[in-house]
């Protein structure tokens, strides 16, 4: 199959698809691979090593566009790319659809196959593709608060790991899912005090069980938050209702319960937040201060850190590449539910229910599409 590999042109968007050696596994596998000039320095991969693992380079978005096959993508496709999109083209990118009528309009005009990271679901209905972001969120979450409890910075002034002598910071993690894990593992890492809170009983007693001595497990309720936020240094938002917007875990009122300095790192910002007072900021611009409390809620995360991001994205993302070069998009899918969970528009109709609710369009069951005759 002929792949192709534009530049990201969002705003701040510096992850690319493809890595050199994610050139080379396709290339193994007898694939052609087009990469677009400078798509992937933003991650520290310069041309040279693309051409190196056997792609192309392609001075324009629109050669990249016009030779594929298959386009791979990190963020969904701008309003400038919708026409260098071609009927039939399979595109394999996040999409999230549901937040955009005229991107899923545009993508049943352009009649394009589009397979989404974020639908792409094991059976077990995790989201394979959604979870390296929220590592790296986690991860990140722990690393900012740091930053942001220094003195200069607004914070209280405090070392997350204490000294010897000194008693270390109180990181409170509300939410034990990926995010969640990954924060409290970074801060009881650097010595903090953690206490992470979930509503699942099941999901506390395993993290109990895996989570070094300093950190505790507490059940999430409003009283045992109300208790907590008292001592915490450090407060990292961590929720997910998956479908729904997030729950307001911490009111505007509960900030006065709360001493100067403290930050708050509200990961869950992109489904609402669930701290009432959070609302989304920038890397230009990532905090501001209510109340004397530092609110950082940064909705791109990862976007920060592209050398890390993009690793941890494509080492997810490229067995299923794999797979889609390797049958076309049509087989693959018959051959794999976790892909097939994935498509979203299909030549010109929504075969994810998510997205025909969202907008009152008709949903058509993906079998239908996939008994036809193969078109990429
Ligand atoms: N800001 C960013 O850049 C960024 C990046 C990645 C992920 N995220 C967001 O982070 C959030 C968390 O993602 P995740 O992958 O960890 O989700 P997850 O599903 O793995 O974990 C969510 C956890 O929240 C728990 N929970 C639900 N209600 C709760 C409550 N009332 N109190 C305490 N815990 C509760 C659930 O039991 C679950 O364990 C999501 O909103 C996700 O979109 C943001």
Same mark, same amino acid.
């Given at each position: 199959m002929i792949i192709g590999v534009p530049k990201e042109i969002k705003n701040n968007e510096n992850r690319v698809a493809l890595t050199p050696a994610g050139v080379s596994e396709l290339r193994k596998h007898g694939h052609t691979v087009y990469v677009q000039a400078t798509a992937g320095e933003g991650s520290g991969f310069p041309d040279e090593e693309y051409v190196a693992a056997g792609a192309t380079m392609l001075p324009t978005i629109e050669e990249v566009y016009g030779i594929a096959e298959m386009i791979m993508k990190v963020k969904e496709p701008i309003a400038v790319e919708y026409d260098l999109i071609r009927e039939n083209q399979l595109l394999f990118t996040y999409f999230h659809f549901a937040s955009s009528e005229e991107l899923t309009r545009a993508m049943i005009a352009k009649g394009a196959v $589009?397979?989404? &990271?974020?639908?792409?679901?094991?059976?077990?209905?995790?989201?394979p593709l959604l979870v390296p972001m929220s590592e790296v969120a986690g991860r990140m979450a722990v690393q900012e608060g740091a930053k942001y409890l220094e003195k200069p910075l607004k914070g209280r002034g405090i070392l997350l790991g204490g000294v010897p002598g000194v008693k270390p910071a109180r990181v409170l993690v509300l939410g034990g899912g990926i995010v969640g894990t990954q924060?409290?593992?970074?801060?009881?890492?650097?010595?903090?005090?953690?206490?992470?809170?979930?509503?699942?009983?099941a999901r506390l007693r395993y993290l109990s069980d895996i989570m070094?001595? @300093?950190v505790d497990t507490i059940m999430s309720n409003e009283y045992n938050i109300r208790e907590e936020i008292k001592h915490a240094d450090l407060i990292i938002g961590a929720v997910l209702i998956p479908g729904a917007k997030a729950p307001h875990l911490i009111t505007r009122d509960m900030l006065k319960l709360m001493r100067p300095g403290t930050v708050l790192v509200d990961v869950a910002v992109d489904q609402g937040g669930c701290i009432e007072t959070c609302s989304p900021t920038t890397h230009e611009n990532p905090t501001f201060i209510i109340d004397d409390v530092v609110h950082y809620c940064v909705a791109n995360m990862p976007g920060a850190v592209p050398y890390t991001s993009t690793l941890a994205l494509t080492n997810a993302t490229?067995? &299923?590449?794999?797979q889609l =070069? @390797?049958?076309g998009w049509q087989?693959? $899918?018959?051959?794999n539910a976790e892909l097939k969970a994935g498509l979203n528009v299909v030549e010109g109709k929504v075969v &994810?229910?998510?997205v025909a609710d969202a907008f009152s369009l008709p949903l058509?069951?993906? =079998?239908?599409?996939?008994?036809?005759?193969?078109?990429v």
């Amino acid at each position: 199959m002929i792949i192709g590999v534009p530049k990201e042109i969002k705003n701040n968007e510096n992850r690319v698809a493809l890595t050199p050696a994610g050139v080379s596994e396709l290339r193994k596998h007898g694939h052609t691979v087009y990469v677009q000039a400078t798509a992937g320095e933003g991650s520290g991969f310069p041309d040279e090593e693309y051409v190196a693992a056997g792609a192309t380079m392609l001075p324009t978005i629109e050669e990249v566009y016009g030779i594929a096959e298959m386009i791979m993508k990190v963020k969904e496709p701008i309003a400038v790319e919708y026409d260098l999109i071609r009927e039939n083209q399979l595109l394999f990118t996040y999409f999230h659809f549901a937040s955009s009528e005229e991107l899923t309009r545009a993508m049943i005009a352009k009649g394009a196959v $589009c397979l989404a &990271y974020e639908t792409v679901e094991k059976s077990d209905r995790s989201l394979p593709l959604l979870v390296p972001m929220s590592e790296v969120a986690g991860r990140m979450a722990v690393q900012e608060g740091a930053k942001y409890l220094e003195k200069p910075l607004k914070g209280r002034g405090i070392l997350l790991g204490g000294v010897p002598g000194v008693k270390p910071a109180r990181v409170l993690v509300l939410g034990g899912g990926i995010v969640g894990t990954q924060a409290a593992k970074m801060a009881a890492g650097l010595g903090a005090h953690v206490i992470l809170m979930d509503i699942s009983l099941a999901r506390l007693r395993y993290l109990s069980d895996i989570m070094p001595e @300093n950190v505790d497990t507490i059940m999430s309720n409003e009283y045992n938050i109300r208790e907590e936020i008292k001592h915490a240094d450090l407060i990292i938002g961590a929720v997910l209702i998956p479908g729904a917007k997030a729950p307001h875990l911490i009111t505007r009122d509960m900030l006065k319960l709360m001493r100067p300095g403290t930050v708050l790192v509200d990961v869950a910002v992109d489904q609402g937040g669930c701290i009432e007072t959070c609302s989304p900021t920038t890397h230009e611009n990532p905090t501001f201060i209510i109340d004397d409390v530092v609110h950082y809620c940064v909705a791109n995360m990862p976007g920060a850190v592209p050398y890390t991001s993009t690793l941890a994205l494509t080492n997810a993302t490229l067995p &299923y590449a794999l797979q889609l =070069a @390797n049958k076309g998009w049509q087989q693959a $899918c018959r051959d794999n539910a976790e892909l097939k969970a994935g498509l979203n528009v299909v030549e010109g109709k929504v075969v &994810y229910k998510g997205v025909a609710d969202a907008f009152s369009l008709p949903l058509v069951p993906v =079998a239908e599409l996939l008994e036809q005759e193969e078109t990429v």
